[in-house]
C-alpha cells in the first residue's frame, strides 16, 4: 500500500524563522512528489518534483527530492504569519489518476 | 467564477440519513477528484472520474458512498445511511487529462453527522 509520511506534525515558528518540512514516502512505480499549502479548505499546487536533486523554487519557498532516500523538504525562509498553513506532501505512483497524501504539517507563524 | 466550486458548503445531517454533495469543475477539465479529509488528517482519495472512461472507485470506503458525473460536468457524491465517521470535509478537484498533480480544488464542504 502507498504511503507518505510527513514530518514535523505542527511547528510553531517566529516570524524571519527558516523552517524545514520533511515528507518520505513508499509508492509503487513513483511518477512524481507534489506539495500543496492548505489554507482554510482548498489546497492550493505549490511544487511538482520529478528528478532528484534539482531544486525548485518560488520565492521564499523551495523544494528538492531525492529518489535515492525516498524524501522530500520544503524551505520556507524569512517566514511571515501569512505561511501560517498546512503543508500537504503527496505522491504520485502506479495509478496516474490518484495521489497518496500525507497528514501534513501544520505550520504556524507568530509575531 | 472560473474555480472548482462545491455546495454546501457545511452540512449537518443526522445517523442513518442519505447526504448528497455537489462538485462544479472547472470549464473544460475533464478530470474530477473526490477526496475525504477527516479532522488532523491528510486527504483520502476517494474516486476519480476522467472524460467517459470507467470511473476509479477503488478509493470509496464503502458501498454506502457513491459518485455519478453526468459527461465532463457536475459530480454529485451520495453517502448513504449516513455513520458518525462520515463526518469529515470533501474536496472535490479538477484538472486537464494528464495533469493529475495539477489539480485545483474546491471549498469542500463540511459534514457533520450528529
Known amino acids: 500500500e502507498d504511503k507518505v509520511v510527513q514530518s514535523p506534525l505542527s511547528l510553531v515558528v517566529h516570524e524571519g524563522d527558516t523552517v524545514t518540512l520533511n515528507c518520505s514516502y513508499e509508492?509503487?512505480?513513483?511518477?512524481?512528489l507534489l506539495w500543496y499549502k492548505q489554507e482554510k479548505k482548498a489546497p492550493t499546487f505549490l511544487f511538482m518534483l520529478t528528478s532528484s536533486g534539482i531544486e525548485k523554487k518560488s520565492g521564499r519557498l523551495s523544494s528538492i527530492l531525492d529518489k535515492k532516500e525516498l524524501f522530500s523538504i520544503l524551505n520556507i525562509t524569512a517566514t511571515q504569519t501569512g505561511d501560517s498553513a498546512i503543508y500537504l506532501c503527496a505522491a504520485q505512483g502506479n495509478t496516474a489518476s490518484k495521489l497518496t497524501f500525507g497528514t501534513g504539517t501544520r505550520l504556524q507563524v507568530t509575531l | 467564477g472560473a474555480g472548482v466550486s462545491q455546495s454546501p458548503s457545511n452540512k449537518v445531517t443526522e445517523k442513518g440519513k442519505d447526504v448528497e454533495l455537489r462538485c462544479d469543475p472547472i470549464?473544460?477539465?475533464?478530470?474530477l477528484y473526490w477526496y475525504r479529509q477527516r479532522l488532523g488528517q491528510g486527504l483520502e482519495f476517494l474516486i476519480y472520474f476522467q472524460g467517459n472512461s470507467a470511473p476509479d472507485k477503488s478509493g470509496l470506503p464503502s458501498d454506502r458512498f457513491s459518485a455519478e458525473r453526468t459527461g465532463e460536468s457536475v459530480s454529485t457524491l451520495t453517502i448513504q445511511r449516513t455513520q458518525q465517521e462520515d463526518s469529515a470535509v470533501y474536496l472535490c478537484a479538477s484538472s486537464l487529462i494528464g495533469q493529475t498533480y495539477e489539480q485545483y480544488f474546491g471549498p469542500g464542504t463540511r459534514l457533520t453527522v450528529t
Open positions: 509508492v509503487t512505480n513513483f511518477r512524481s
Open positions: 470549464s473544460g477539465h475533464t478530470a
